[in-house]
T-cell receptor, first 114, second 111 residues
Framework: GAVVSQHPSRVICKSGTSVKIECRSL??????MFWYRQFPKQSLMLMAT?????????EQGVEKDKFLINHASLTLSTLTVTSAHPEDSSFYICSARGGGGRQYFGAGTRLSVL | QQQVKQSPQSLIVQKGGISIINCAYE??????FPWYQQFPGKGPALLIAIRPDVSEKKEGRFTISFNKSAKQFSLHIMDSQPGDSATYFCAASGGGQNFVFGPGTRLSVLP
């Protein structure tokens, strides 16, 4: 099946620093990628949708200046959490849409902001 | 219209038993209904999916039953194993709508 690689799997950073998370579709081209946030024991919350070569579409309540998304190619999207604070600590998951509308998820990134 | 309801919230099944998780949707434009399995600390993995042109789809021990008129679909796990213990999410998409996920069901299969 299709593979989506997400890196890093875990990151610990100091408050005020920025963190970049990469999401790559390894064996297919993804014109659309999605970024989710998941709190413990809760469902996935869509943060934004990114389309290759255009600006991301953010869900209501998600700060576009804090969560910068770049979808530079058909196989790579990045999420940068700028000036991270402890309340940004969470599990971030990317996904990529392949052929037939199927959506494949990365393994997730556990962000801990001290 | 966008919500996907899922029940039960948690489920405990004995090894060898049948696990059944139910979902319901409102948006009649949805035309793709996947189920995802998620282990702690990992991303969701596509388990099985169905489109509304069929009422049932089976892959190994996993079966989706789909009732278009009732706008409901369910996941059946036959011969449940301890390794099936995970959180299961149903989802729906279609009609230009991005995936909408259910709240999840935490399944525990006792040895």
């Amino acid at each position: 099946g299709a593979v989506v690689s997400q890196h890093p799997s875990r990151v610990i950073c100091k408050s005020g620093t920025s963190v970049k998370i990469e999401c790559r579709s390894l064996d297919f081209q993804a014109t659309t990628m999605f970024w989710y946030r998941q709190f413990p024991k809760q469902s996935l919350m869509l943060m934004a949708t990114s389309n290759e070569g255009s600006k991301a579409t953010y869900e209501q309540g998600v700060e576009k200046d804090k969560f910068l998304i770049n979808h530079a190619s058909l196989t790579l999207s990045t999420l940068t959490v700028t000036s991270a604070h402890p309340e940004d600590s969470s599990f971030y998951i990317c996904s990529a849409r392949g052929g037939g509308g199927r959506q494949y998820f990365g393994a997730g990134t556990r962000l801990s902001v001290l | 219209q966008q919500q996907v309801k899922q029940s039960p919230q948690s489920l405990i099944v004995q090894k060898g038993g049948i696990s059944i998780i139910n979902c319901a949707y409102e948006n009649t434009a949805f035309d793709y209904f996947p189920w995802y399995q998620q282990f702690p600390g990992k991303g969701p993995a596509l388990l099985i999916a169905i489109r509304p042109d069929v009422s049932e789809k089976k892959e190994g021990r996993f079966t989706i039953s789909f009732n278009k008129s009732a706008k409901q679909f369910s996941l059946h796990i036959m011969d449940s194993q301890p390794g099936d213990s995970a959180t299961y999410f149903c989802a729906a998409s279609g009609g230009g709508q991005n995936f909408v996920f259910g709240p999840g069901t935490r399944l525990s299969v006792l040895p």
